[in-house]
């Protein structure tokens, strides 16, 4: 069983499209996470949902907007892409936001913006 | 603002040889700690934590030593075999907060 599934595994578009990366989970964690990780592997927060609720907002272009139907779920949303928008987006959960629980990481989704 | 830090970027193990790989953070108020590994074209995996309480911790064939005083981090691993073969993250976390810093990665070669 999948604990954290993200959806496309691959994305390839043109610059200036708006497109969309899902995330569920289901292992019944309160905290979900968006990751950014760059072609030299440097792994950096975006944004971060608890219970629904937004805690973390790092210094991302609000071109980025993330959603969460409901706890299992951390939808990333991208308007008007550019090229260095082009990285692997990694999706996590945790079981609470300030609890010392490890985060479980999906497997990625590559985006290319041609 | 925060930094974590890696002394070095490659590290070539024989198999069989045990790895050592390091990792500096600026954060003193850091009170958590994770080691992670990434395989090609997976998302980063749990190996082992540390609290800021401990200087070191063991796991399977893992060890983690902390040295708040100089703000370092280390991660061992006896009898290194090819599996072993990834990146290694440390995630310091802020106390009180959300975020874990990662660094930027140690990319382990393991020879046969």
């Known amino acids: 069983d999948t604990a954290v599934s993200q959806t496309p595994k691959y994305l390839v578009t043109q610059m200036g499209n708006d497109k969309s990366i899902k995330c569920e989970q289901n292992l019944g964690h309160d905290t979900m996470y968006w990751y950014k990780q760059d072609s030299k592997k440097f792994l950096k927060i975006m944004f971060s949902?608890?219970?629904?609720?937004?805690?973390i907002n790092e210094t991302v272009p609000n071109r980025f907007s993330p959603k969460s139907p409901d706890k299992a779920h951390l939808n990333l949303h991208i308007n008007s892409l550019e090229l260095g928008d082009s990285a692997v987006y990694f999706c996590?959960?945790?079981?609470?936001?300030?609890?010392?629980?490890?985060?479980?990481f999906g497997p990625g989704t590559r985006l290319l913006v041609l | 603002g925060e930094s974590v830090g890696l002394h070095l970027p490659t590290l070539s193990v024989q198999e069989g040889d045990n790895s050592i790989i390091n990792c500096a953070y600026s954060n003193s108020a850091s009170d958590y700690f994770i080691w992670y590994k990434q395989e090609s074209g997976k998302g980063p995996q749990f190996i082992i934590d540390?609290?800021?309480?401990?200087d070191k911790r063991q796991g399977q064939r893992v060890t983690v030593l902390l040295n708040k005083t100089v703000k370092h981090l280390s991660l061992q691993i006896a009898a290194t075999q090819p599996g072993d073969s990834a990146v290694y993250f440390c995630?310091?976390?802020?106390?009180?907060?959300?975020?874990?810093?990662f660094g930027t990665g140690t990319r382990l070669k393991v020879l046969a």
């Open positions: 995630a310091p976390r802020g106390s009180g907060t959300y975020k874990y810093i």
């Open positions: 949902y608890n219970n629904k609720e937004l805690i």
């Open positions: 540390i609290r800021s309480n401990m």
């Open positions: 996590a959960s945790s079981q609470g936001p300030l609890t010392q629980e490890t985060q479980y």
